[in-house]
């Protein structure tokens, strides 16, 4: 299965963020997507969740033969978690697949959800609106992951997660990978080079590949932040 | 100290101007011509600079005038002018004390303190003078226009006016080392205290001329010459008084402001908010899908979901019981009663819009459910909007049928007590009052849902959901005062609410999946 974006266009404004956007995400694959603040990579992530109108161009998944991208291939993880603060966790994770039981496949029981986040067992029949900022990430995590889409768009997911909670979700990441395209936006670097497959990177309103070929990570480093600051040829 | 009063007047016209703008960017259709631009465009600037030297004029000449009408021309008449330049003293010491500037949290001092990072002394220096030159200016003119005070007393009065204010300052200065606390000129530490002086100054300043009781000349001389010296010497501590920059640290939180649109605003919204939902844990459901996310948010938020319903509810049986008893008192009014109950069933219309909660509710669904929730894709799938559209309308519906319900049963009575009426005029009566509060239920939850008045930061800035609102209230006033018997009325009414609600109803399952999200 294939993501394929054409020619994508988003103004706000009179101001292009992003231009024209080419790419093919495949699945099975970790895509990084890096770019300077104010690249367009919120934008970029919002017009593939039809949260906001393109104005050119078109994104559809290709498999056997091409489809429109429906609302329950995507899931979406913001960069600020918000999650209904009146519900607890396990109620909202109740609701959650109450709603959505047909599609999801291999159904477990609430526990077994939380324990793939590593929620505190104390924690999941608190009201969440008293959870912490990762504690709102993961439930958020939690929730796109459960009804399996097809694409999961991450909005820099692993900022609010302490170390070891990183790590897990890293590994959780890589675990779901499978049969699913994965992209994730992130500031640091090092989590790129270390969890993704393909770095991505979105400069100037156009959205292309930096291939590692034959680097060494010291060296392709170096190619992606040049990249970044603009002097592919330097 | 004049370069920073130039950068806050310049602040200040840029946000009161910005603002604008994105107000009227938001009116459909007219908002569309105006480009993104907008913000830079130099003949824009230009009437901004006009707009808030407007404003400000406004603010100097138009609030004195008022204010010296309103206090000084309004309740006298055919007094000597000694008596008002003694009313007019008695309220400059009360006004001193009030309204000092320094001790008043606004958002200007917000915007350039604590978010420019301005010094604050020089700033707090700069506004006062613009705020006392403002007074002198608009004061005197006021005086001289529009009262019998000959101008060197006005000349006199302003002067004093401005002592009094630096004596206000200096001795709250000396309140705050004393108690270490800080003065809020907009919170008294005490109300009763603050009441009591309002009323004794305001008995001072009226009563004595009525009781055509003048203070003798020289004692007025005396007092001034004292104020005169008094003030003279606080203008020092107020100019080299140190600690503007703590004071204001303190004064400008968010508890004291009353700020409008920005993030502290927001958060003090949101943390009001969430106070608002209930942590008892023995809350449970039985349900499951929609039904059991509806009842969770309805039992977890039912004191502020019932406060208002319950509080009217309570406010329709007690003035219903009362007016009972009044006509078993006096049953000579039993006649107009009867007639009044027949012929102005219109205005309940008008109570009924204010008696509904829809707009309460839908408040506390976007702050603590909505906000949140629509920006996951599942909660804003057609199916998913509409089945949790139900579940809510039946709520509201029902929530509001508790005072509905009462008020139609006071009226039965009432129109029985008072002489009864044929049993078809009850029905209508009581049926077109349900129908009334059902339709506003209807309205205001349908409006929430096609217009979602809130943006994503929480602030409800919605051209077109106020210009809603208010045609919803001008109609309601306009058939207030419409001429109709109860019974012609009633029918009418029923059948718009059946048509309306149809209506409506159908316009939500169209619209709403595309109009109910965050923007
Ligand atoms: N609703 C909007 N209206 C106008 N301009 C917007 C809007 N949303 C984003 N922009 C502009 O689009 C550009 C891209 O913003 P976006 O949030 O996508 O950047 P980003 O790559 O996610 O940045 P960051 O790394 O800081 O999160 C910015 O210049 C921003 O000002
Ligand atoms: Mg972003």
Not at chain 1, 148 to 155: E, K, V
């Amino acid at each position: 299965m294939k993501l394929v974006i054409k020619n994508l266009e988003k103004k706000f404004g009179t101001k292009e963020v992003l231009k024209d956007i080419n790419f093919e995400f495949e699945s099975g694959k970790i895509y990084g997507l890096l770019g300077r603040n104010g690249a367009g990579k919120t934008t970029l992530f919002n017009c593939l969740n039809e949260d906001l109108e393109i104005d050119n161009g078109s994104f559809f998944i290709e498999d056997k033969d091409t489809r429109k991208v429906e609302a329950s291939d995507i899931g979406y993880v913001l960069s600020t978690p918000v999650v209904p603060e009146f519900l607890t966790g396990r109620e909202f994770l109740k609701f959650f697949i109450d709603i959505n039981k047909d599609k999801i496949t291999d159904l477990k029981s609430i526990d077994e959800y939380f324990d793939l986040i590593k929620l505190d067992v104390s924690d999941r029949d608190k009201l969440m609106k008293d959870y912490s900022h990762g504690m709102k990430n993961k439930m958020q995590m939690l929730v796109n992951i459960i009804a399996n889409p097809s694409i999961l768009l991450l909005d820099e997911p692993l900022t609010s997660f302490d170390v070891v909670v990183a790590e897990e979700m890293k590994e959780l990441l890589k675990k779901t990978k499978k049969n699913r395209i994965l992209i994730f936006s992130t500031h640091i670097l090092e989590l790129a080079l270390d969890l993704c497959d393909e770095i991505v990177v979105l400069n100037n309103g156009i959205l292309e590949r930096v291939s590692k070929s034959n680097l060494n990570n010291a060296k392709f480093k170096e190619k992606i932040i040049n990249v970044l600051k603009g002097e592919e040829d330097a | 100290m004049l370069n920073n009063f130039l950068i806050s007047f310049k602040v200040k016209n840029a946000y009161i101007v910005n603002e604008l703008i994105y107000n009227i960017s938001r009116i459909p259709l007219i908002g569309k011509l105006i480009p993104n631009k907008f913000y830079k465009y130099k003949f824009f600037k230009i009437i901004s600079i006009i707009i808030s030297i407007i404003y400000n004029i406004i603010k100097i000449f138009g609030f004195k005038l008022l204010y010296i009408y309103c206090f000084l021309v309004l309740p006298f008449n055919n007094v000597s002018y000694f008596a008002l330049i003694q009313a007019f003293l008695f309220l400059a010491i009360l006004g001193s004390f009030i309204n000092t500037e320094i001790f008043n949290p606004t958002k200007d001092k917000y915007y350039m303190l604590i978010l420019m990072k301005m010094d604050a002394k020089s700033h707090t220096i700069g506004a006062f003078l613009y705020f006392i030159c403002g007074i002198f200016i608009g004061e005197l003119v006021a005086l001289i226009l529009l009262t019998s005070i000959p101008w060197y007393y006005s000349l006199l009065l302003v002067i004093l006016t401005i002592m009094l204010k630096f004596i206000a300052i200096n001795f709250y200065f000396y309140r705050m080392k004393k108690s270490g606390k800080v003065i809020n000129e907009n919170k008294p530490e005490s109300w009763l205290l603050y009441s009591l002086l309002i009323i004794i100054f305001l008995g001072l300043a009226y009563g004595l001329p009525y009781l055509n009781i003048i203070i003798p000349k020289f004692i007025l001389w005396i007092f001034a010459s004292i104020i005169f010296i008094l003030g003279l010497i606080s203008i020092k501590s107020i100019i080299t008084y140190p600690n503007y920059a703590k004071l204001y640290k303190k004064l400008l939180n968010k508890d004291n402001l009353f700020l409008d649109n920005f993030a502290i605003q927001r958060n003090a919204q949101i943390s009001t908010n969430l106070k608002q939902i209930s942590v008892d844990t023995s809350i449970t459901s039985e349900k499951s899908g929609f039904q059991y996310f509806h009842d969770l948010f309805v039992k977890r938020h039912s004191k502020i979901l019932l406060k208002s319903a319950k509080k009217t509810t309570t406010g329709i049986l007690i003035i219903g019981i009362i007016l009972i008893i009044l006509l078993y008192i006096f049953p000579e009014f039993k006649g107009s009663a009867n007639k009044i109950i027949l012929n102005y069933l219109p205005f309940v219309l008008f109570l009924m819009y204010f008696i509904n909660t829809g707009k309460s509710v839908t408040n506390a669904m976007f702050m603590n459910c909505d906000h949140s929730m629509l920006s996951y894709r599942f909660f804003r799938q057609p199916q998913t909007l509409l089945s949790l559209f139900r579940e809510r309308l039946k709520t509201l519906i029902l929530l509001n049928l508790l005072p509905a319900l009462t008020l139609s049963l006071m009226i039965s009575l009432i129109l029985f007590v008072s002489g009864g009426a044929s049993l078809i005029t009850y029905a209508v009566i009581f049926f077109s009052i349900l129908s009334m509060s059902i339709f506003f239920s209807v309205h205001n939850l349908v409006l929430y849902y096609l217009l979602q008045p809130y943006n994503i930061g929480m602030e409800m800035k919605s051209a077109s959901f106020t210009i809603a609102s208010l045609i919803t209230y001008w109609v309601c006033y306009y058939i207030s005062d419409i001429e109709v018997s109860s019974l012609t009325f009633g029918i009418i009414m029923i059948a718009f609410a059946i048509v309306y609600s149809l209506i409506s109803l159908i316009l939500v399952y169209k619209l709403a999946p595309k109009t109910f999200r965050l923007r």
